[in-house]
Every structure is written in structure tokens, then in C-alpha cells.
């Protein structure tokens, strides 16, 4: 139960500090609401836009109490300070209470109103309203471009907790989420958050669903009113330590004091903390921190190890140091504190088609194509059959494309894609056996043998028995990635005594092939030798005969 009051009041604690910078000079309480003052000089716009940071708006004044508080907070100071009455068009009407003005809750209600005399009622009059302390905090119209020397600002709750019972011997200081210090009796009620300091005890109480919780509360707000630090104890409850040399007051449970001489907790060692369970005293961590399997050191704790934490819908828990928090899952993003479904569609994430899905999105592709395995979000052409027509420019028929895998074939006007038989192609690239595919080829391997890198094959631990060929997965040899492979060729079937006699049979063969060539040219050569020794003397004779003609010729 404290856990969950704890988690229920730390978004109030949390406002307080986170004024962006703001000084707020005081505040009152009263009934389900709180008012605060900022000297802080704005324009109207300016003034609701710092009042909404801090989840509130600017102060209405409905009743003759809410004006009572405003002089209260106003009562020692100069200038004009923006209330949050406004018109937003139109003409004042002064036969209306509000006379055409609304507060910036968007409504008209109200039992009070605090006019100043001889107000503007023209078209052209200002629309934005300021009190100042000259005119008895009257209602004043002013340009709503002009900064004010201020601003108030309304904060509303429910469950509030009562003031605590009255001590004669000790005085109360409660300290708003809001950022302001109430003291003893200036107030009925106060908001979820507060934190009250009973003096001179130091007694301290955080006020949560209508009930006072004595410190310390839940490590995780203001360190459970620790003075210095917040842990759990073995029961998982919180407790207050001290640096070394100190103790905690055993009054309050907060505060620390100077410790004993002979400190027990100074042989234990302890990385952190120390502290008593009964007469025993043991070492401690901080919130976020569970101590270490030595007795001493802290680690950190995997709070998402609970599976309790982060149960919303869509939620998951991501550690961090000291604590955790929860995120929305892939796919799903934070609206009003609800992880809803992202629509990855309307971002156009595919080329195609797109399916949202809870979580995620899924990309689909048009007849005549498939999503690219390399890139989801992608299509590329795709056939699954032996021909398939070409896509073909409309402007230009001769501008057409095939799947990887195919070439174009032009018949008369039309241009189809054939798939390519790789196996029987340069692209051939298997180590064995080889399985074409359309648009593609598979390799495999014998038995005994195992498929790597898609295309080789090598040797495995098996006795090869048959050849009945492995399956393998199909391979793309035009794919960039896959590496090119050197050229490979089928291991031969013949036994090593069959290529001992087939390599005599061929150097016998070669010998008698030498041996009648030979043969024949000796033949030859002699046939020849006859043949021109026989032509020599033919010659010789014709030539003595010219030469005896010739000679006779002299003569005569």
C-alpha cells in the first residue's frame, strides 16, 4: 500500500521542482485549491503559458473569498498583476456580469464581480484583466501585450489532508508541492505532496490520500525525508543513514547527530551505510542499490528482473542506473500515457504495398514481382515460370527488362524472358552437381560430401557409398556478394588401375604410330632418289644434243 501511495504523490512533489526558474514570492491554501504569486514580469499570454507548465492556470476570482486571499498575497506589493479574465472577441457588454469577458477556464461562472469604475466599453477597449493594489485590487482592463509586474496562478486537488492536531510545545512549517511554505493555522488544508516539519522535534510527515505519513516514507520521494540519505532495510522497509561519524536520531528517524566514539559500524566496513536492527548493525545501500554477496558493497538492481514492473498494455521495462523506466515497445508510441499502435504505413515505408500490423508493418509487391530478400522494403522483377512477357517501356517498346536470371527474346512485336539454363551456361558454377532453377540454379553434392559457400563442395566424414546428389539451397551467380569462384569440373569416375592401362594402351599406340611413320617416309625417300637420277641423265643427253646441233650448224 505505501508503494503505491508513494507513486501516487511523486508527480505533486515533483512540480516543485520545476518552477523553470520562476521565483514565487508566496502562496495560500484553502478548500480544494492553492494560489501562488510571481513577481515575474509578462504579457498575459506569457504569465497562463508559465502558470500551465506547472499544471495549473491563472487565478480565477469567482467568489468574495478567492478576492479575500488575492489581497492577502498582494497586500505589500506595487504594479499590476495579471487574474485570468479575458474577452476574446467582440465588444464588452456591460449589461452582463462578466461583460463579455470569460476566465481562461473557457466559462462564465462566477458570484463575484469587482469592476473598476469607469471601465472602457468600446470594441477597441482592452481585452485582458490585472488587479493592482492602488485601486483596491479592482478588476482593470489592460492591453494583453503589456507585461504586468506579475502573475497569479491557481492550482486544484482533491484529497487533501487537514492541518496535523495541534502540539503546545511545538510549532509546524508545511512545505507545498507548490513551492511555498504555509505556516502553523494559515491554512485548513493541504494538497497531496506536502511535506510538515514539527520543530523543535524535526519530525516530518508527507500528506498522501487524506492521511499524514511519518517519515521516512518511499526512498523514491525526497529521500524518504531523510536529512541525508534513504535506503531499505531487510524488510524492504525505508530507513534514514548518516555519513560516517554520525547517527541517526533515534527521535525522529531522520535527522543525524554526532555518533559514539567506539562506533560499531566502523569494523563492518560498509561501501555505503550502516545501521542498527536492534543491537545488531549492518551494511546498507542507497535506493536503486541491493547489497553485494560480500555483506559490504553495493550493486545495482535489475528492477526489471520484476515482472510486475511496467504492466501496462505495450509497455516495457528498460533499467538504468539506480532505477528503471518503462517505454513503449517497437512499433508503438506514447499518447496521454498510452502506448498505441504506430502506423509505419503512412510513412510510406515500402515500395509497393504496405500492411500495417500491431507492432510492425509488413511490405507486399504487385503482380510480376517479389519482395528483394537483400531489402525488405524493396521489389524486384520476378517470373517463377520457363518464359514470362517483358516489362516494356510503354514510350519505347525497345526498352525492355527481365528478372535476374532471364534474357530477352523478341518474336515479331513481343519480347518475352526465357529463363537461363545456368548448368548448362559460363555461369555455371558448381563445385558437382548442379539444379537449374528459374532465374537461378541450385548446387548439391554427392554423398560424403557437404555444400559450403552455396557452390563448393567439399569432403565430409562420411564413407561415399552412391551418387545420389545432396539438396542444397539455390544461389544467384550474378550476386555481388557471393564471391566468384575458380573454375571447377567434376571429379572422374575411373579407378586408379583402369587409368594405369589406359595410359599404356595410349603410349603403345603412340610408338606404333612413330614407328609407321617413320616407316613410310623411308619408302618415300628412296622412290624419290630413283626418280631424279633417272631425270639427271634424260637432261644430260637433251643437253649434248644442243650442243652437237649447235656445233654441226658452225660448221656448215
Known sequence: MNVVVGLSVLLLVFLQENAEGTERNSGYCIGNSCFTLFRDPRTFTSAESQCGVQNSHLMTVRTSVANDVLSVLLGNFSGSFWIGLHRLSGCPDLSEELRGFQWVTTDTESDFTYWLPGSDSSCSAARCVSVNREE?????????????????CEYSFTEPCAILPPDPRESVIYWTPYGFEVEDMQSSTLPPGSIATRFPSETKYICSVEHWLQAPWSCKIKEGGCEHKCTMDHSNDPICYCPPGQTVNLENRVSCKAGATDDPCAALRCQQTCYAVGSVHRCGCS??????????????????????????????????????????????KLILGACVDTDECSHAPCEHSCTNTRGSYVCSCYEGYKVDEKAPNTCKLHCGKEECPALCDPNDRFQCFCPDGYVLDERGTSTFCIDIDECHSESFNCNQLCQNTYGSYACSCYTGFKLVDQFKCVEGDDKVTDSFPMTSTPTNPTSPTAPYPDPTRRPSGVTAGGLVGIIVCTVFLVVLAVFAAHLGFNRRGKKENDAGALKGGEDETHGLQRLSDSHTDQVA
Open 136 to 152: 483596491d485590487f479592482r478588476w482593470s482592463q489592460k492591453p494583453c501585450d503589456q507585461p504586468a509586474a506579475g502573475f497569479l
Open 287 to 332: 535506493s536503486g542499490l541491493q547489497l553485494d554477496a560480500d555483506g559490504r558493497s553495493c550493486v545495482d538492481i535489475d528492477e526489471c528482473l520484476d515482472k510486475r514492473q511496467c504492466p501496462e498494455k505495450n509497455f516495457r521495462c528498460v533499467n538504468t542506473l539506480l532505477s528503471y523506466k518503462c517505454v513503449c515497445e517497437k512499433g508503438y
